[in-house]
């Protein structure tokens, strides 16, 4: 009863799929002002967009923050593209969303195959 309690509990959490993956990578970045706007002047305002475009201006623009950390996954064009997705099969709470959009949190960042998990540093 009691494994099958734990079982229970594991499948009901919001991190057990990412930990189901492989980590692959880490990365710690901290989400200034210039990863709010995209590369047109338009101001981001979801946490996934943010988060892609932090890994845009350190991969591709070379617009880089102290506490940017290098990542390999996210230097690939096709990689950065799937990071919506990777966000929306991974975690990120409420409260880090939040601060995303509304702040300029460094975060950190855990890349699973096909997940990837957001908190605050």
């Known amino acids: ?15 057990s799929l990412a930990q ?7 990365y710690v970045a901290k989400l200034s002002s ?9 101001r981001l305002r979801n946490a996934a967009a943010i988060i892609r ?6 991969h591709k623009f070379h617009k880089r923050d102290a506490e940017d950390e290098w990542d390999s996954f996210f230097s690939s064009v096709k990689n950065r593209a799937r990071l919506e997705r990777m966000l ?3 975690y990120l709470s409420k409260s ?8 300029t949190p460094t975060i950190i960042v855990k890349i699973y195959l096909d997940n990837i998990v957001v908190d605050v540093y």
């Open 96 to 103: 880090t969303k939040n601060r995303i959009v509304n702040g």
């Open 1 to 15: 009863m009691k494994k099958l309690m734990l079982v229970m509990l594991l499948a009901l959490s919001p991190l």
């Open 88 to 90: 929306n099969n991974g």
């Open 53 to 58: 475009q932090d890994r845009a201006n350190f």
């Open 20 to 26: 189901a993956d492989e980590l692959i990578g880490t």
């Open 34 to 42: 210039q990863d709010h706007f995209n590369s047109k002047g338009q």
